[in-house]
């Protein structure tokens, strides 16, 4: 089957880093995903990785490596308005996203 | 309108009853997709459409239908709501079927009693 693993829950001081890690087995690999979503509303695209490494947007970092089926959202100099849900998704053989169930973070001051 | 439109936001529906949620985009995305999104569980596909004319099922077809008869409108039917059908349903779209990003519509919460 297809399955896609992230933590349920994370907290995080204002201002810190945190690493957000998202391990996946699905059938074939075309692509992994970050995505945002604040309560009550619709997601939104953070960061994309298909070879091995680090790929950097402003404070939004994610890491990818295929051999071992993970990857990892990092997130610097968190900010209140960082606190919402951090889906991860992989798009499989069939070029169809398979989802993670998301990870809420809270950001405490 | 700029993006990606679904009507109703929300709707209490009774069981038995059919139920047709819409969606619009305006941005000539030739691929559109429905999920149903569950407390505790991933987004679950339903149906998709790589271009205008065709459809395909996802993970949770059951219970759901979809037509693509232009670029713009994606329609997603219940045919006779059940209980297990209440969740919050979302449309998006991508340039294409191998683009990298879909943008989400901003969702309907469905209640089936």
């Known amino acids: 089957g297809q399955n896609i693993d992230q933590p349920t829950e994370m907290t995080a001081t204002e201002g810190a880093i945190v690493q957000i890690n998202c391990t996946y087995q699905t059938s074939g690999f075309n692509g992994l995903f970050w995505y945002q979503q604040h309560a009550g509303e619709a997601p939104t695209f953070l960061s994309y990785?298909?070879l091995d490494g680090l790929e950097e947007k402003g404070r939004f970092s994610s890491f990818l490596s295929r051999s071992k089926g993970y990857s990892y959202l990092l997130l610097k100099e968190l900010q209140m308005k960082d606190s919402a849900s951090y889906l991860c998704a992989v798009r499989d053989e069939d070029y169809q996203l398979i989802w993670g169930a998301g990870t809420k973070l809270i950001i405490k001051p | 309108i700029a993006g990606i439109t679904q009507a109703p936001t929300s709707q209490i529906l009774a069981a038995g009853r059919r139920m047709t949620l819409r969606c619009t985009q305006d941005?000539?995305?030739?691929?559109m997709y429905w999920y149903r999104q569950d407390l505790g569980l991933g987004l679950r596909l339903i149906h998709y459409?790589?271009?205008?004319?065709?459809?395909g099922k996802g993970e949770v077809p059951d219970g759901y239908s979809v037509s693509r008869a232009n670029t713009d409108d994606f329609p997603l039917t219940l045919a006779s709501a059940v209980p297990s059908q209440t969740s919050v349903y979302f449309c998006?779209?991508?340039?294409?079927?191998?683009?990298?990003?879909?943008?989400f519509g901003p969702g309907t919460r469905l209640t089936v009693l």
């Open positions: 990785n298909v």
């Open positions: 998006a779209s991508s340039d294409s079927a191998d683009n990298n990003e879909q943008f």
């Open positions: 941005m000539r995305h030739n691929a």
């Open positions: 459409s790589n271009t205008a004319g065709t459809t």
